[in-house]
């Protein structure tokens, strides 16, 4: 199945950005930072793309080509029988804005917040590097006030630094994540007795425990660092592979799932797997793969689709516990030009009896977020432990 899977999604990239901006004066911004960042960049990337300078997007005569539509507010194509009664497709960048609630910062402060791009985005990089740039030149906050420059941006894939600051010049981006490597990872907890993934205390750092051998006898607990097991991972080939896990997962950013027309407060398994896999479908099919003749094998022949019956299937047999409340933030519309409200579920949940041919899926979940208000850095999830 998992190679089934990576022939599926051959085209399916993710690149994971984390910028690090220096404030050039006092800023002010709010508790909720997710509409400011993406509202600003929005903007400034239209200026950034726009090649006619209409001031409606509706009647450019460049519209059907046009970088920003097809980014930020793209109809399904005509032609296309997926998503045709959505008014746009899914976006292909999210932007995870800073979680903390602090608003005053001061001169020279470092604010980080990270940047993802999704298939054929990925060669926008250069765009949306300048238009943060551009943005912090512009102002940002209240009345655009706080001014900030670019100090870093580290790609996530391999902690590379792809910008430097002294000199103001901008590295390629060359590695990025493809479905292979999350399905690679699942590999890392698939060993009999206790062993699995999980966060070590105080950091975002995922560890791997190795509490039995080969032949079923105890040895010292040990925690080896998943940035650091290139020679130190615990080899699986010789002992039987784990099939079953306890996930546990922490929802950090509001997160919003609509599912038979009613919003979902508590999350079963099967319904979080939906949107998993229809996320992960739609973003492949219209903005990662990009040759006409594949797209139509797609939709012709269900073995070049994922297989979401296999899935949803098996899903019904696993069991949540939740812990999971309602939040609800403030976000100023720059579009409508009033106050609204960003609300979904926050919080922890576990869940029992998960097959190992899930893992990828929450992997992939973990970066490309799911649910309503994804660009702002809504649907945010990290995984807690999987044993």
């Known amino acids: 199945m998992n190679e089934k899977i990576s022939a599926i999604l051959n085209d399916f990239k993710i690149a994971k950005l984390n910028f690090e901006i220096k404030t050039e004066n006092d800023t002010l911004l709010p508790d909720y930072k997710g509409s400011t960042f993406r509202g ?16 409606e997007c ?15 507010d793209s109809p399904p194509p005509s032609n296309s029988s997926r998503l045709k009664n959505y008014s746009s497709l899914p976006h292909p960048y999210i932007i995870e804005p800073p979680l903390e609630t602090k608003n005053f910062y001061k001169k020279n402060e470092i604010i980080k917040f990270s940047l993802i791009l999704i298939g054929q985005a990925i060669s926008l990089f250069p765009y949306f590097a300048y238009s943060f740039g551009l943005a912090g030149r512009r102002g940002i906050g209240k009345m655009k006030q706080g ?25 390629p981006l060359r590695n990025y994540y493809t479905v292979k490597d999350f399905i690679e990872k699942t590999k890392d907890c698939c060993c009999t007795g206790n062993s699995g993934i999980a966060k070590d205390s105080g950091s975002n750092v995922l560890k791997q425990f190795v509490p039995y051998d080969t032949i ?33 997962l922490d929802f950090i950013t509001p997160t919003k799932i609509i599912f038979n027309e009613k919003i979902v407060q508590n999350l079963e398994f099967h319904v979080y797997i939906r949107n998993l896999l229809r996320r992960i479908s739609n973003l492949n099919f219209f903005h990662c793969v990009n040759s006409d003749n594949k797209k139509n094998e797609i939709n012709d022949n269900p073995d070049n689709n994922i297989d979401f019956n296999y899935y949803i299937e098996k899903a019904y047999g696993v069991r949540a516990n939740n812990n999971l409340k309602w939040k609800s933030v403030d976000r100023y519309s720059n579009r409508q030009k009033r106050h609204m409200k960003i609300s979904g579920f926050t919080g922890k949940i576990s869940f029992e ?4 041919e899930f893992l990828w899926i929450i992997r992939v979940g973990e970066i490309i977020h799911l649910g309503k208000n994804t660009t702002f850095g809504n649907g945010k999830y990290e995984i807690d432990s999987i044993i």
């Open 353 to 356: 009896n998960v097959g190992q």
């Open 58 to 72: 509706e009647t450019c005569n460049f519209k059907s080509v046009c970088m920003f539509k097809k980014i930020f």
């Open 216 to 248: 079923g006898l105890k040895t010292d607990r040990t925690a080896i660092s998943a940035e650091n097991n290139n020679n130190q991972l615990y080899k699986c080939s010789n002992i039987s592979k784990k099939e079953i896990f306890s996930v546990n």
């Open 147 to 171: 001014k900030f420059s670019l100090f870093n941006i580290i790609n996530d894939k391999n902690k590379e630094k792809l910008y430097d600051f002294k000199k103001e010049e901008l590295l």
């Open 40 to 55: 600003v960049f929005g903007h400034i990337f239209k200026d950034v793309m726009c090649i006619s300078y209409e001031n």
